[in-house]
């Protein structure tokens, strides 16, 4: 694809394929994630880790011409009691072919329009995603110098920054 002019953006609908949509979750992982997680880590999953039916009404995917999702974001109230009564983006994937034409960008404009009353927006970024953080600097979001380790399904440990917004 060489721009992102054919790919639209808009809200998520109660009848997306969402099966669809887990598969692109799993593989921006293993794509994103190679050599920051486990391979055995990365193969070991499937789409039944990612579940986007039940927060559809979070969610904004970004869907070429010919209606394939190679985008999502969803975000909301944040899930963590610590950020009680504060917003998170609880996820944000692009596949790789799309990448590098301003669709997460855009994305994240749709998504922050939605939490635009909020006075605060956490989301947590794998700590070694350097080029994850990167675009979050680039688009407002700091790093609290904070993390929380999440723990995947096979025991591996993942650190992740909190960024803030």
Known sequence: MSSDQSVTIRPATADEDF??????YLTVWRSAYAGMIPAATLAALT?????????????????????????????????RSQWAGQTE?????VLPGFQHQQIGSRLMQAALADLSSADVVNLLVLAKNQAARRFYDRIGFHDTGQHLVDTMPDGTKLINQIYRL
């Open 19 to 24: 099966d669809a949509i887990a598969q692109l």
């Open 89 to 93: 983006i609880y996820s944000l994937y």
């Open 47 to 79: 789409p039944k880790l990612w579940r986007p039916a039940e927060r559809w009404q979070l969610t904004h995917l970004a869907v070429t011409a010919t209606d394939q999702v190679v985008g999502v974001i969803a975000a909301g109230p944040a899930r």
